[in-house]
């Protein structure tokens, strides 16, 4: 059978280096989006996210990598909030705009979702009497 197409991009496609490069981003607390633009693959100015997506699926060195890096930055990011909670040097901490950058990079919540589910047709577990005399 003949393949038809452009051949799949493999981490030997990337630039030498990928991965410390990956990890310098990451440890600084930078993004997916950083990296992407950091590693792209010439002319391109950045790595697609079908490509980002479909490396992490083929290769596992790059899953990996990229869970990894994902890790180093979440922990860069609370070493910052611990710092800036706990020290008085002049400098001026936002504890709700580093929370809003947790919960929209990290998956961070400031509640609970919580799904309950019963049947319909069964006694309730308590009731609740109220004595009005």
């Given at each position: 059978m003949t393949t038809v197409g452009r051949p799949s991009i493999t981490l030997d496609d990337l630039p030498s280096g990928w991965r410390d490069l990956?990890?310098?981003i990451?440890?600084?607390?930078g993004s997916d989006a950083e990296v992407k633009v950091a590693i792209a693959i010439s002319p391109a100015r950045a790595l697609s996210n079908d490509l980002w997506d479909a490396?992490?699926?083929r290769e596992e060195e790059f899953s990996e990598a990229v869970k990894q890096g994902r890790q180093v930055a979440e922990a860069w990011w609370q070493v910052q909030a611990r710092k800036g909670l706990?020290?008085?040097?002049g400098e001026k901490f936002s504890a709700s705009l580093?929370?809003?950058n947790m919960k929209n990079r990290f998956g961070w919540r400031d509640k609970q979702e919580v799904e309950h589910s019963a049947d319909k047709n069964a006694p309730p577990v308590f009731t609740l009497k109220i004595d009005n005399s």
């Open positions: 990956m990890h310098e990451y440890s600084l607390g490396l992490q699926e706990f020290t008085h040097d580093w929370f809003i």
